[in-house]
Nanobody, 124 residues
């Protein structure tokens, strides 16, 4: 059974930092691209960042570029998202997702498996 379990969310002041994690089991982690999405209340789930399995190439949404960093540790079957210089508009539930194949990285439909999410709240 495939499981993706996010952790590390919480409440942080604007300008602060967090690192959230996603532990993966039940699949060959090193063969999957990994993505992070977020969903604010009343809004669509949107792409945040992705990292490929082969070369750990990274992709970011324009809104987080330069502030967030995605990384992975294939030995630990874990993907991370470092969130720096947080803003109130970064408040959302953050989801990790896994995909195989050659589809793009930014669409929800590209991904095969999803976690349950972790809440990140940024106070002003």
């Amino acid at each position: 059974q495939v499981q993706l379990v996010e952790s590390g969310g919480g409440l942080v002041q604007a300008g602060g930092s967090l690192r959230i994690s996603c532990a993966v089991s039940g699949l060959t982690f090193s063969g999957y691209d990994m993505g992070w999405f977020r969903q604010a209340p009343g809004k669509e789930r949107t792409f945040v960042a992705a990292i490929t399995w082969r070369l750990s190439t990274t992709y970011y949404a324009d809104s987080v570029k330069g502030r967030f960093t995605v990384s992975r540790d294939n030995a630990k079957n874990t993907v991370y998202l470092r969130l720096n210089s947080l803003k109130p508009e970064d408040t959302a539930v953050y989801f990790c997702a896994a995909k195989s194949g050659v589809a793009s990285f930014t669409q929800r439909s590209d991904y095969n498996y999803w976690g349950q999410g972790t809440q990140v709240t940024v106070s002003s």
